[in-house]
């Protein structure tokens, strides 16, 4: 038998993405194990998900003495700790130079509620609300993609998928349909590739 694969999740916020992942792995819809959660943020509710699910919960803020890449290579040094075989970004708001990602080539993922070349950085899904609400766009939608460099909310494409926006719609039911793609799709293209 194969051992699950192991996932180090990085958060910043309320971390519905990460408890749609902590759900899939306690129902064995996705074999893996979220074998820790950071947080740039100390306050972010997802690490309380991470504890309720009894996954490490680690915050972990930038000290204000300490310079962008030392930070980035600590983060990656204890990262390392929980041996990742993907560090699954989800919410994670800091942008990451290389002396993080150079530790981890091709095995870190991020989502994005908008789709390839769109809305980059944050508040996506609001200004994708505002450009439909000036005729500007019919659809957005979400993506998932590797993190090869210091670009934002750019890389490889793993999945995408457009969500319209309908006629009378408001922001929050037009968010609310966003998140349950990402939710849906975040496990899906996790299982596609640990499979
Ligand atoms: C999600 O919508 C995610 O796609 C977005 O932050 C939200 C986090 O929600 N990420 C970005 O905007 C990245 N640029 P969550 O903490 O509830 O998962």
Same mark, same amino acid.
């Given at each position: 038998?194969?051992?699950?694969?192991?996932?180090?999740?990085?958060?910043?916020?309320?971390?519905?993405?990460?408890?749609?992942?902590?759900?899939?792995?306690?129902?064995?819809?996705?074999?893996?194990?979220?074998?820790?959660?950071?947080?740039?943020?100390?306050?972010?509710?997802?690490?309380?998900?991470?504890?309720?699910?009894?996954?490490?919960?680690?915050?972990?803020?930038?000290?204000? !003495?300490?310079?962008?890449?030392?930070?980035?290579?600590?983060?990656?040094?204890?990262?390392?700790?929980?041996?990742?075989?993907?560090?699954?970004?989800?919410?994670?708001?800091?942008?990451?130079?290389?002396?993080?990602?150079?530790?981890?080539?091709?095995?870190?993922?991020?989502?994005?509620?908008?789709?390839?070349?769109?809305?980059?950085?944050?508040?996506?899904?609001?200004?994708?609300?505002?450009?439909?609400?000036?005729?500007?766009?019919?659809?957005?939608?979400?993506?998932?993609?590797?993190?090869?460099?210091?670009?934002?909310?750019?890389?490889?494409?793993?999945?995408?998928?457009?969500?319209?926006?309908?006629?009378?719609?408001?922001?929050?039911?037009?968010?609310?349909?966003?998140?349950?793609? !990402?939710?849906?799709?975040?496990?899906?293209?996790?299982?596609?590739?640990?499979?």
């Amino acid at each position: 038998m194969t051992l699950p694969a192991r996932l180090v999740v990085l958060i910043s916020g309320e971390g519905t993405n990460l408890q749609a992942i902590l759900d899939a792995c306690r129902d064995a819809v996705l074999p893996a194990r979220v074998t820790a959660v950071f947080s740039n943020r100390g306050s972010a509710p997802g690490l309380e998900r991470a504890r309720q699910a009894g996954v490490p919960a680690i915050a972990f803020p930038k000290p204000r !003495e300490m310079d962008r890449l030392a930070y980035d290579r600590s983060l990656a040094e204890a990262v390392l700790e929980y041996a990742p075989d993907w560090v699954v970004l989800a919410g994670w708001m800091r942008l990451l130079s290389m002396s993080f990602l150079s530790q981890f080539p091709g095995r870190v993922m991020n989502i994005h509620p908008a789709l390839p070349g769109t809305f980059p950085g944050v508040e996506a899904i609001e200004r994708a609300y505002q450009a439909w609400q000036a005729g500007k766009i019919d659809h957005s939608g979400v993506m998932v993609h590797l993190v090869p460099d210091e670009g934002i909310d750019s890389g490889p494409v793993l999945a995408q998928e457009t969500v319209a926006f309908q006629p009378g719609d408001t922001l929050d039911h037009f968010t609310s349909r966003i998140h349950a793609v !990402e939710h849906r799709l975040y496990v899906e293209t996790l299982y596609r590739l640990i499979t």
